[in-house]
């Protein structure tokens, strides 16, 4: 008979694994933010002092969702949480029980989760460096006076619940002048453009799509529309309807919609503000924008299905 061997993966390399997954920093904290929205929050903030030391320096993000108790916590920590056939509510945006962790570590070496809930604060960190040390899935549990992040606390316990995802110690951030800060802050104000267009309809509160507000150090980050619908010269068809299934009530189907934006003459300096498609040019931002549970997650180009041409450079699916 076949012996039974219990055969966990090595702590440190399936960490160090984890990391080459191919995150940018600012794909990195929207899918961080991600959990913050299915947990309900309608305040999102982003928190980063200036610091010049790269082993202090941090990055908050910040919810009023509603929270974690210890357990909660403790279980959210682990890799592969939930199973990816579990069925979510409907504006979960999570899958794999992943992100949070991959996320998060594929931009530092440590990741500390603070969340409140029914009065009580509870926290728990990744440490890669003490992952490596024990040479296992170490986790710590720390208690509230143990903590650095007081300040994050107290911002905390202006919601009667909502997690503050931290991250300190940033070795992957390439920063070439050689400042640290200079890079950092560059990377934050990419991850605001990043926010602003993959949460668009989000932060523009779009029907049945819930409003949340998002904030880099206290400066509201602003939706921008790839389609410009408030332009009186842009175009909107009349959705089409994918039914998935056979639910009656279309609530499973791809809703389809086509978008025709004025051409680049007609528009003001306000409508290019809105659109905001960072230094790309029209022609290069045609094709299908896929939008999940009303957050983008793919921009541009026609999958293979057509080619980019000058003809279509003003089409937005
Ligand atoms: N900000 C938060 N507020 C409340 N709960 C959270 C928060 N962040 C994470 N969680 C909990 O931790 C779990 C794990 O999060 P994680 O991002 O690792 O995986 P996921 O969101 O379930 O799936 P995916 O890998 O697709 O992101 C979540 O499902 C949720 O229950
Ligand atoms: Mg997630």
Same mark, same amino acid.
């Given at each position: 008979m076949a012996e039974k061997y219990s055969l966990p993966p090595n702590a440190e390399s399936l960490c160090n694994s984890m990391r080459a997954l191919g995150y940018s920093f600012q794909a990195a904290v929207a899918d961080v933010i991600d959990n913050s929205i299915a947990a309900g929050a309608t305040k999102i903030e982003l928190i980063s002092p200036p610091i010049k030391d790269p082993d202090t320096a941090y990055l908050a993000i910040l919810d009023n969702g509603h929270g974690m108790n210890r357990q909660e916590l403790i279980k959210a920590m682990?890799?592969?949480?939930?199973?990816?056939s579990q069925k979510r509510e409907d504006n979960d945006l999570g899958r794999f029980g992943l992100g949070l962790k991959t996320a998060s570590l594929s931009q530092c070496r440590e990741l500390i989760v603070i969340s409140l809930k029914n009065g009580a604060i509870n926290i728990a960190s990744w440490d890669l460096d003490e992952i490596k040390r024990e040479q296992d899935w170490t986790l710590l549990l720390l208690d509230k006076e143990e903590t650095e992040f007081q300040q994050i606390i107290s911002q905390l316990k202006k919601y009667s619940s909502g997690t503050a995802v931290i991250w300190r110690r940033f070795d992957r951030l390439r920063t070439d002048t050689g400042f640290f800060e200079t890079a950092f802050r560059e990377y934050l104000s990419l991850t605001a453009e990043h926010l602003s267009l993959v949460f668009h309809r989000f932060l523009e509160g779009e029907t049945k799509i819930p409003r949340i507000s998002m904030e880099l150090n206290g400066t509201r980050i602003k939706p921008k529309d790839p =389609?410009?619908?408030?332009?009186?010269s842009s175009v909107q068809n009349v959705p089409i309807y994918i039914r998935q299934?056979?639910?009656?009530? =279309?609530?499973?189907s791809v809703v389809v919609k086509s978008h025709t934006l004025p051409e680049q003459s007609m528009l003001t300096e306000s409508d290019k503000k809105k659109m905001g498609l960072s230094g790309r040019t029209l022609s290069e931002d045609q094709g299908f924008y896929i939008y999940r549970r009303g957050r983008l997650i793919h921009w541009g180009g026609w999958l293979g299905l057509r080619k980019m041409t000058q003809a279509s450079k003003l089409c937005r699916v």
């Open positions: 682990q890799l592969a949480c939930k199973n990816p =389609f410009i619908k408030s332009s009186l299934g056979k639910k009656p009530d =279309f609530k499973d």
